[in-house]
Every structure is written in structure tokens, then in C-alpha cells.
């Protein structure tokens, strides 16, 4: 059973940073390690994901340039460090583990989620 662990939300303004980590706990190495967001009124969406090995990234085009997801295997955490925060990246950010490396985009797919970090931005 893997659990997941998520912090470093918070209130920011726009152009500001934040850094959100996932706590990972079981097995996940091989895993496809993720980081998805959702809006009130919106659907879930993509927003970053690291693959442990060989550590792949893979990025949203909103994000990209802006985002960086990096983990560090002995910690067994992942981090997504969030630069020149916009109003629109306000969600609440969730981290998942999918343990059958496809479809790395699709928030079906992955099969364990932490309970939520809040990000908001404010303008």
C-alpha cells in the first residue's frame, strides 16, 4: 500500500514561488510520480509527473518553463517547485503514484493520491 503525503501550500502573489513536496510512503520505485491540480468548477487536470527511473520529466504546457519536478530517491519525496505564480495556477494540487508507467496524463491511471495541498494566488 503506498500513501501519500503532500505540504508546502499556501497564499502567494502572483510572480511569487512555492515549493509543494509529496511524501511517499511503500513501495513506489518504477512508479510514475505525479502531480495533478483541480479548480473549483473544474475538472482535474495534468499538471507535472517524474518517472523514479531514469527520471523522466513531463510537464503540462501551462506550467512548462515555470515548474519543475524533481524527487529525491533516498527521501522517497517528490517535489514540484512552482516559480512566477500566476492567479490562474489557484487550485488545490494533489500528488499520485501510478504504478503501471503508461498514460502518464490521465488521472485515471494512477492508483494512489494524497489528500491535497492549497495553492492560491492572488493578483
Known amino acids: 500500500q503506498v500513501q501519500l503525503v503532500e505540504s508546502g501550500g499556501g497564499l502567494v502573489q502572483a510572480g511569487g514561488s512555492l515549493r509543494l513536496s509529496c511524501a511517499a510512503s511503500?513501495?513506489?520505485?518504477?512508479?510514475?510520480m505525479g502531480w495533478f491540480r483541480q479548480a473549483p468548477g473544474k475538472e482535474r487536470e495534468f499538471v507535472a509527473a517524474i518517472r523514479w527511473i531514469p527520471g523522466s520529466t513531463y510537464y503540462a504546457g501551462s506550467v512548462k518553463g515555470r515548474f519543475t519536478i524533481s524527487r529525491d530517491n533516498a527521501k522517497n519525496t517528490v517535489y514540484l517547485q512552482m516559480n512566477s505564480l500566476k492567479p490562474e495556477d489557484t487550485a488545490s494540487y494533489y500528488c499520485?503514484?501510478?504504478?503501471?508507467?503508461?498514460?502518464?496524463?490521465?488521472?485515471?491511471?494512477?492508483?494512489?493520491w494524497g489528500q491535497g495541498t492549497q495553492v492560491t494566488v492572488s493578483s
Open positions: 511503500g513501495r513506489t520505485l518504477g512508479y510514475i
Open positions: 499520485a503514484a501510478n504504478p503501471n508507467g503508461d498514460s502518464i496524463y490521465t488521472p485515471g491511471y494512477y492508483a494512489y
